[in-house]
């Protein structure tokens, strides 16, 4: 930076657009006598807070600034808690862009900053996505420092840090790395951070998921491989369990790594409940899930065998096949399945029930009327939607709806030889899949690992549960105090 004002508000005007952008403002003022600009975004900065500081500085008179001006300002004019300087015009840049407040003083080749931001951001709720009966009902916002807090709120451990960089050439988007220290892997932290600052990228569009496609690299496998939750208290439990999270700011997810497949099978709500209860509907959402892969594949591929049933399974193939063949009719459900769900999304939440009675009722009434579809396949594409709708992670349902398209195409063509390779190539790109750091995406079942299987089939009494899962490889392998006892 020069000593000069003008010289500054010139290069700054050249490479921000002061004298273009309206919302870009130079509050010109006199310090102590002396030619000064107070550089900021309009709708960022704190009105009170903006008005003290403008009143405070143009109080001051010569001899109150003089020598040492920017050190004297720091410490004993300006009483403000966030206060630092800089002679860089990439950091004032960067600062004010992000909604700080920069004074320029002239004869000083040095600005001040302070963090007087505010961002527009909205209330705490619960995530639509992540609803409990009972439990915590507030969920992070777009709002990167407020996420923070929220977790801090629940972890108040000296360990839990936060390391943030900048991803983005232009952009300059905020990304938090969180993990407790003497708990997470060393070796996974370091490769996470290796990951992040290798990325070379104009901005994140679309914030984690953008991220996340940088880390994992180029992969056309349907399966996630990073968790999302807009829950403050699952965040947390994961941090305890050893897992790294990443926040990026403007969005309300957070990216949990790594994590396997049994993940994004479980819900908050189990832990909200008994042990007995929590468990019951844990079984009932591996159910679904089962549910919604194999069921349309193979009632078709029973029906291709429909004469080899025994006797009481002879309700199971339908009367007739109506118009189109079944394998064309199971494709246009699920076309249509998903259409509704995209139309569900577009739609105003006032005409979502209007949209779910006729996407639901009406279209498949009538067209069972006309012979489009039999009732038997409207069944079991409904049992399969609910099984999609019970799976906690949008992610993971769509993966199992793909390999379902998979499933269904292979046992329409191929028949009996179709359904056993498709899904025997479902399980290889289950077993095949890695997790963050090359770890086994099928833990505990492959490897396999009894003790961590029966905690996920089961939701044990939490005292019950006294060691980290081992595929983190942690550095505090146990969940429970020193002094107690923990099974090796």
Known sequence: MSKKIKD????????????????????EVKIGGRAASLLFIDGFAKDEIMLFIQKTLQG????????????????????YLEVESTNEFEQLEFMVLSGALAILIDKEDKAIILDVRSYPVRGLQEPELEKVTRGARDGFTETLVFNTALIRRRIRDPNLRFEITKVGKRSQTD????????IANPNLINELKGKIDAIDTDALEMTEKTLEEFIMGKNWNPL?????????????????????????????SVMILPVTMFHFTQHAQDYYQNPAVGTYFRWIRF????????IPPLWLLLVYYKGSFPEWLEFLGPRKTGEIPLLIQFIILEFGIDLLRIASIHTPNVLSTSLAIIGGLILSEYAIKVGWFIPETILYMAVAGLGMFATPSI???????????????????????????????ICIVFITTKSF????????????????????????????????????????KDAAPPDEETPQ
């Open 60 to 79: 001051l008179e010569r001899e109150d600034i003089n020598p040492n001006t920017i050190e004297k300002l720091m410490k004993e004019k300006i009483a």
């Open 8 to 27: 500054n508000i010139d290069f700054l005007d050249k490479k921000m657009g002061i004298s273009k952008s309206f919302d870009l403002v130079n509050r």
């Open 437 to 476: 750091g090359d770890l086994r995406y099928t833990w505990p079942l492959i490897p396999f690992n009894r003790k961590a299987l029966s905690t996920i089939l089961t939701r044990k009494p939490i005292p019950e549960v006294k060691r980290r899962p081992s595929f983190l490889k942690t550095i505090d």
């Open 224 to 252: 996630p491989q990073a968790r999302y939750t807009e829950r403050p208290d699952v965040t947390a439990s994961h941090l305890m369990e050893g897992h790294i999270v990443v926040i990026v700011d403007n969005s309300p």
């Open 395 to 425: 992610e993971f349902s769509m993966a199992i709806r793909i390999f379902r398209l998979i499933l269904l195409i292979s046992t329409g063509i191929f028949k009996l030889y179709g359904f056993l390779i498709s899904l025997i190539f």
């Open 175 to 182: 990304v938090v790395i969180g993990y407790i220290e003497d």
């Open 287 to 294: 159910t679904g899930i089962i549910f919604s892969l194999i």
